[in-house]
């Protein structure tokens, strides 16, 4: 597996654990910077996919 695929993956389940969380002890500042980081590494992964392909 590729660095990239297991840190997305950890980074994942981190999130999906926020699920076990009560609503009340999230933040919403804290939700956002969190959604705010998986789409920045999710587009990242992304982007780096695609210049490898294209090489």
């Known amino acids: 597996m590729d660095v ?3 840190t997305i993956g950890i980074g ?3 999130v999906s654990g ?10 919403s ?3 956002s ?3 705010g980081t998986a789409l920045l590494l999710g ?3 992304l982007f ?3 210049a490898r392909e294209t090489q």
Do not use: H, N
């Open 4 to 6: 990239t695929q297991i």
């Open 12 to 14: 994942l389940l981190a």
């Open 18 to 27: 926020l699920t076990f969380v009560g609503p009340s002890e999230l933040d």
């Open 29 to 31: 500042a804290v939700l």
């Open 33 to 35: 910077v969190l959604i």
């Open 43 to 45: 587009a990242g992964a």
């Open 48 to 50: 780096r996919t695609l």
